[in-house]
């Protein structure tokens, strides 16, 4: 069973920044989109980012301007850059890869804490 390894979380100040990396366990063959979702406690989880096999982006308004995705599609791997970081910025954070023939796979998810 392939499985996604998240990276790259912390504890960090308000205004520094984090990359958060994705790694697949294993060959993942016709992704489709990379994502990346995060959890606040007592808060649904919520779509971060995403980037498709054409490379197209979406991000949530919430982090516009301030995060950016990047992909390897030879290498299955997957990164967040995370700038100008804010404590509401604070939670468990997912990636998540989609085949083209809708399978799913989800990473076990990396804590991200910033201190006001």
């Known amino acids: 069973q392939v499985q996604l390894v998240e990276s790259g979380g912390g504890l960090v100040q308000a205004g520094g920044s984090l990359r958060l990396s994705c790694a697949a366990s294993g060959r993942i063959s016709s992704i489709y989109a990379m994502q990346w979702y995060r959890q606040a406690p007592g808060k649904q989880r919520e779509l971060v980012a995403s980037?498709?096999?054409?490379?197209?982006?979406n991000y949530a308004d919430s982090v516009k301007g301030r995060f950016t995705i990047s992909r390897d599609s030879a290498k299955n791997t997957m990164s967040l850059q995370m700038n100008a970081l804010k404590p509401e910025d604070t939670a468990t954070y997912y990636c998540?890869?989609?085949?083209?023939?809708?399978?799913?796979?989800w990473g076990q998810g990396t804590q991200v804490t910033v201190s006001s």
């Open positions: 998540n890869f989609v085949t083209y023939s809708a399978d799913e796979y």
């Open positions: 980037i498709t096999s054409a490379v197209y982006t």
